[in-house]
């Protein structure tokens, strides 16, 4: 099933994660989590995302009404994105998340890394 088609899904999980399901739009929900942010200060704090993925990734947030889009109209034009109310709903998840990480994947780790290398050693 394509991931456009899972936004349609009977599933809420398969719906949440058609909205989600890339690594960046967490990260980058996490990114404006405490203020609203320019394209080039997102890019910054995201510095290993491609500018043409932290596009497709800001638009693709805008459209499922996770964050908006402010256009100034100034010289030199300015954008700010920032979450909605929609986006803001999604903090307590990834904290927990955050939380979670920070329990189980222990100095950059995960368990399966761990035991791999724990087998290597051996």
């Given at each position: 099933m394509q991931a456009q088609n899972l936004k349609y899904s009977n599933c809420n999980m398969q719906r949440s994660m058609a909205?989600?399901?890339t690594k960046w739009k967490p990260i980058v929900?996490?990114?404006l989590r405490e203020r609203k942010a320019r394209f080039g200060q997102?890019?910054?704090s995201i510095?290993?995302?491609s500018r043409k993925m932290l596009t497709t990734t800001l638009q693709e947030l805008e459209k499922d009404g996770i964050i908006t889009r402010e256009e100034f109209k100034e010289?030199?034009?300015r954008?700010?994105?920032g979450l909605t109310e929609r986006g803001m709903a999604l903090l307590p998840i990834l904290q927990q998340i955050a939380e979670w990480n920070g329990t189980y994947c222990k100095d950059?780790?995960?368990a399966h890394d761990h035991v791999t290398e724990t087998a290597e050693q051996v």
């Amino acid at each position: 099933m394509q991931a456009q088609n899972l936004k349609y899904s009977n599933c809420n999980m398969q719906r949440s994660m058609a909205i989600l399901g890339t690594k960046w739009k967490p990260i980058v929900i996490w990114v404006l989590r405490e203020r609203k942010a320019r394209f080039g200060q997102i890019a910054a704090s995201i510095h290993i995302i491609s500018r043409k993925m932290l596009t497709t990734t800001l638009q693709e947030l805008e459209k499922d009404g996770i964050i908006t889009r402010e256009e100034f109209k100034e010289l030199p034009p300015r954008v700010e994105y920032g979450l909605t109310e929609r986006g803001m709903a999604l903090l307590p998840i990834l904290q927990q998340i955050a939380e979670w990480n920070g329990t189980y994947c222990k100095d950059g780790l995960h368990a399966h890394d761990h035991v791999t290398e724990t087998a290597e050693q051996v």
